[in-house]
Every structure is written in C-alpha cells, then in structure tokens.
C-alpha cells in the first residue's frame, strides 16, 4: 500500500518547452524534454491528488491518471493554467520561452529573397508562474518554481524566488557536464523563502519527483 499524502488535493503542473511560432513552418524552442515535469504529475497522481498536467509540445505518453491539456505557446500555457485553478499546489516545471517572435507570419512562409536574412524582433512572453504566485484572490497555497541554470544556480535561484512571488524554488544545474536537459538523472537544490538551500544527491528524475511530491505534501499537511 502507497502512501498517499497527496488524498484529495488539487494539483497543477507545467511541463516541457513552449514552441513559438516563427511562420507556419518554423518556430523557437529550447531543450526541454519534460521528463522532470510528467514525473511529478505522475507521482502526485500516485499520491493521491487530483492532477492537471499542462504541457508543451513533448514527445513523452501522458502519464497515469492525470488530466493532461497540451499547448504550444506561451500565452496558450498561461490561458490553460488559468483555466484549471483553482489548486492547492502549483509546480510550474515547464521551460516557458522568454520571447516570442512579434509579428508570426501565420499563412505564409518566409521566404529568402537574396537580401540576407530576415530580421527577427522579439516580444517578452507572459510569465506564468510570476502571474500565478501575484494572485491577490486565488492564489494556490503552494506555488513552486524551477530553475534552470548554467553557472551561480542558488545565488540565481534566490534572486528568483523574491521577483517571482513563489514559496519554493526547485533549482538545477542544466549545464551540459550534468546532462539534466533530456537525462534521466536530476541534481536539484531547494531554496525557501527565507534563502535556506538543502541540496539533495543525484537521483533518477522519477525517484526526484516522489521525493518532491512527499515535500510538497509536508508543506501543506494541515491546511
Ligand atoms: O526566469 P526563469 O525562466 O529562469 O524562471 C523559471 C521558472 O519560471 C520556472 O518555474 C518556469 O516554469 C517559470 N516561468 C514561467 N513563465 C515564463 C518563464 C518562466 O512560468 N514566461
């Protein structure tokens, strides 16, 4: 018998890469595999919770007794987010794009026409988590965020958790001697609010997932 810490709550997560549409052939992404994210979804299904999975174009098959609503862009993500609040937890795991191409050439294709490259201008997605974790009215009690980071992880991720408003920042080195982007191993490190980090041994991103899913039921326990 599995412990379900978990009976009853209502769970969000984010997971993998959001694509942004270029032209109707091409688009900017990053490395995301979602690995992370499906994991946890499926591990607080296991323990128990009710739990909406909203994902980016990821190759991984939904995971087990989850509500899994798909989207491509950032600004579907967020809508879709919106839409499953409310939750008592939000774990928001999905590498969202920073940038959007402005202007998406919907019908056509950009095409070379000899004189050089197209410019591309960027605008500034909406930040999803940020959005959530500033909620004046229907805040989930929990909102955890992911940090992704190359070089100073904790000392990024502290600076994160003050601007983005949330109670805890999972953080991970996805430099590529860790091999975390596509892996199947995760090294993670957890920030609260008050700057405290507790670092945990690499593990299998499955085995992270139950022990995060086991913390998040901790920091929830009696509400
Ligand atoms: O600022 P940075 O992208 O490193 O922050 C990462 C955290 O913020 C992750 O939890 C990610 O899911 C979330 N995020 C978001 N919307 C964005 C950018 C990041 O929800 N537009």
């Not at 839409?83 to 402005?102: C, K, M, N, T």
């Not at 983005?164 to 609010?193: F, P, Q, W, Y």
């Amino acid at each position: 018998q599995e412990a379900r810490p978990l009976e009853g709550r209502r769970v969000l997560v984010t997971s993998g890469p959001t694509h942004e549409p270029i032209d109707p052939v091409r688009y900017l992404a990053n490395r995301s595999s979602g690995r992370q994210g499906h994991a946890i979804a499926e591990a607080a299904a296991r323990a128990g919770a009710v739990v909406t999975l909203v994902s980016g174009p990821v190759t991984l098959p939904d995971p087990a007794g989850v509500a899994v609503v798909r989207v491509e862009t950032a600004r579907e993500m967020l809508t879709a987010v919106e839409a499953a609040l409310p939750a008592d937890i939000a774990i928001f795991a999905a590498a969202v794009a920073d940038w959007r191409p402005e202007s998406e050439a919907t019908t056509k294709k950009i095409k070379k026409d000899g004189s050089g490259p197209a410019p591309l201008a960027l605008a500034e997605n909406p930040d999803i988590l940020a959005t959530i974790a500033h909620r004046s009215e229907g805040r989930p009690g929990l909102v955890v965020g992911f940090a992704a980071e190359t070089d100073s992880v904790i000392d990024h991720a502290r600076a994160k958790i003050a601007r983005k408003g949330c109670d805890l920042i999972v953080a991970n080195d996805v430099s590529a001697e860790g091999a975390v982007m596509g892996g199947a191993d995760n090294t993670v490190h957890l920030i609260g609010r008050d700057g405290a980090v507790e670092s945990w041994p690499k593990a299998a991103k499955d085995e992270v997932a139950r022990r995060l899913v086991a913390r998040f039921g901790e920091m929830v326990a009696g509400s």
